[in-house]
């Protein structure tokens, strides 16, 4: 089959220390401390093999991720920018859906022609936080498309348990192709959906929500607040076509955050109340924090879903006085995050087909990459098949 993989240099860069672990699995930690001048091509990879628990899947969307375009861009001494778990070459992508077209012997949930989305962290439900119910902190994690071959491809074998089904999502919008599109979005909306609702508990109908970031996961995000209820949302983000955007899936108010002081429009929209529930998906938690502090409403919510390897400074008298609580969250799995992002994609009050501004052939996954490196498309499609 084709792939579009990845390969780079492991070159630890001097002021790394790199672990027994690193050296005997070969994947790095901090991958931007190891890898280096990274080359990205579609080219012949071996076709997958479905073992006995494992479907093979005929790829029909992949979108492209903020951490693909992390693998193409290079700091000034040609490492990767991506700090995280990474192993390879491999090939890259992991927002995707397909069809089954082979099962392995001892698969019981699925059959061939299903269509399903998959996750994207392939927990090992062996591990203490796998046990504990934290699939998300697996510490015998894979990753597709980051340490295990991905979706940029135009097979992938994965276990069955990792596999949701979308014919639901697929009898809503009455065709396939659609339903494959759509499906595609179900992991980075599930990222969205477990820092808001899973990890941060959520918030009360009526109450005012400020997303920071508004690409697809803080796009994700304004459209699981509408769909929860938010009774004012309001987005902040640099680029003019993501703030149209993120009005076409919900937001009520958006702005330029360089243009404005966030704090004074959150307060003054809330009459001095200030926000209840804050989403940080900017990656700029730096900039974005200080200005949640500011707006704090009484018994209000902060999460941090953008990764930032930044110290942000909290003036926690403020947390105090305004009964606030910060919460940092990571990942898609378990908690009934995928069932019920499927749900509500599937009865309409999550539609996130906006966001979808741009498709490619699998051919062309480089061209993809390169494309969303300029940070003004929602989310970039490719059609493997
Ligand atoms: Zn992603
Ligand atoms: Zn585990």
């Known amino acids: 089959m084709r792939g579009m993989v990845l390969d780079a240099k492991w070159e630890p860069k001097p002021s790394y220390a790199v672990s027994d672990w690193e050296k005997e699995t070969g994947k790095a930690i901090t991958g931007n401390a190891i890898w280096r001048n990274p080359k990205l091509e579609v080219r012949d990879w071996p076709d997958p093999r479905p073992g006995p628990k494992e479907v093979l899947l ?43 077209v082979e099962v392995g012997k001892e698969v019981t949930q699925l059959e061939v022609g299903d269509m399903v989305t998959v996750e994207e962290m392939i927990w090992c439900g062996r591990c203490i936080p796998c046990r504990n119910g934290y699939p998300n902190h697996c510490t015998n994690l894979e990753e597709i498309g980051f340490t295990i071959p991905g979706a940029f491809a135009n097979f992938i074998a994965v276990d069955e348990k990792f596999c949701w089904k979308i014919d639901a999502i697929a009898e809503r919008f009455g065709s396939e192709q659609a339903a494959y599109e759509v499906g595609a979005l179900t992991e980075p909306s599930c990222v969205a959906y477990n820092a808001m609702f899973t990890r941060a508990g959520g918030f009360k109908p009526g109450h005012y929500v400020d997303v920071f970031g508004a690409g697809p996961i803080g796009l994700a995000a304004i459209g699981l607040a509408k769909a929860a209820g938010a009774g004012m949302i309001v987005a902040f983000e640099v680029s003019p076509r993501r703030l149209d955007l993120a009005k076409a899936v919900g937001a009520d ?13 959150m307060m003054e929209l809330s009459k001095g109340q200030g926000f209840d529930f804050h989403v940080e998906a900017a990656g700029v938690p730096e900039i974005s924090i200080p200005e949640m502090e500011k707006a704090l409403a009484i018994n209000s919510r902060m999460v941090q879903i953008g990764r930032a390897a930044a110290r942000v400074p909290m003036y926690l008298e403020s947390f105090q006085v305004r009964r606030a609580q910060a919460f940092g969250a990571q990942g898609h799995s378990g908690h009934e995050n995928f069932p019920n992002v499927i749900r509500l994609v599937a009865s309409g009050r999550l539609d996130l087909r906006p966001i979808i501004t741009a498709h490619y052939d699998l051919a062309q996954t480089v061209d993809a990459i390169a494309k969303s490196v300029e940070r003004s498309d929602g989310k970039i499609m490719v059609h493997p098949s």
């Open 253 to 265: 108010f958006v702005y330029d955050p360089r243009q404005v002081s966030p704090s004074e429009v």
């Open 58 to 100: 005929a790829i029909q969307a992949c979108g492209v991720c903020g951490s693909d375009m992390h693998f193409y861009e290079t700091d000034t001494d040609s490492y990767i920018l991506y700090p995280g778990l990474t192993r390879f070459p491999t090939i890259l992508g992991h927002e995707f859906s397909g069809k089954v």
